[in-house]
């Protein structure tokens, strides 16, 4: 790929990762690395960085024409728990930032737009276990309503424009080199921390509240493999279901439990629960697999051994 890639929201935590992936494939300068702030992780700067508030219509245009953009990976959004205490401005952010892309393509500024989704679209009237496809989606978080109607757009510039956007619903993501922020599924990061500071864990949610979730590798791998599919492949216009590993806090405690001597964890669910009961506890990526080969490589015990592993080096530095 010799054109530009420009990322949204590169200090989150997809972006964070998403960033470094790129310029390692494609060379720094490829990689148009973008937030509202500036980035905490100086390796974030080794290729070209810009401030842009992506609720800004004019300026994201002239970044996308400056650089002479042909993909966005559009990274920007209020996540579920905090979209839950401003539900306004997670609509807002979350809506205008992808429709200003959308036009941008429209108008041919931009070849290519990636856009993630979120289990967040189903609710609880989804069948809970190898959520389908396609199924009912009767969202009961802001984020959700905001996901499930941002796909809802993607297909829409898809059909009636020809826009080349395409999406993954993703699970909840664990990562070690970035933190998520203002997310339901963020106990499972949060547990890998406190594992190994404090020997410790008091988890916001149930112990047998189950939910799909990812390692951030495997997530990364997923989003590029998508975005650089054949567009004949790409079937689905809205966003592709994807499946990591499934599980509960008392079995990722278990898990952590095996490497950590003395490890124990209770948990005090508050609000956030409500959040996670509403979502799936599985879910069905046959689509995923069958259009673009999709299958994950990490289960519950190699994706810890890697936080474990990975976090000791982070947190003695
Ligand atoms: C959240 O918990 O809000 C996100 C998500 C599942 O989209 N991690």
Redesign the pocket.
Known sequence: MNSTILILGACGQIGTELTLTLRAKYGNNAVIATDIREPLMKELKNGPFELLDASDAIAMRSICEKYNVHTMYHLVAM???TGEKFPMKAWDLNMQSLLHALELAKEGLLSKIFWPS???VFGPTTPKRETPQQTIMEPSTV?GISKLAGERWCEYYASKYGVDVRSIR????ISWKSQ?G?????YAVEIYYKALEEGRYTSFLSEHRALPMMYMDDAIRATIELTEAPAKQVKIRSSYNLAGISFDPITIAKSIAKYVDGFTMDCQADFREEIAASWPESIDDRSAQEDWNWSPTFDLDSMTQAMLTNLKVKLRK
């Open positions: 996540l579920s728990a979120s289990i967040a984020y993703y699970p909840g993501l998520p203002g997310g339901t599924t963020d």
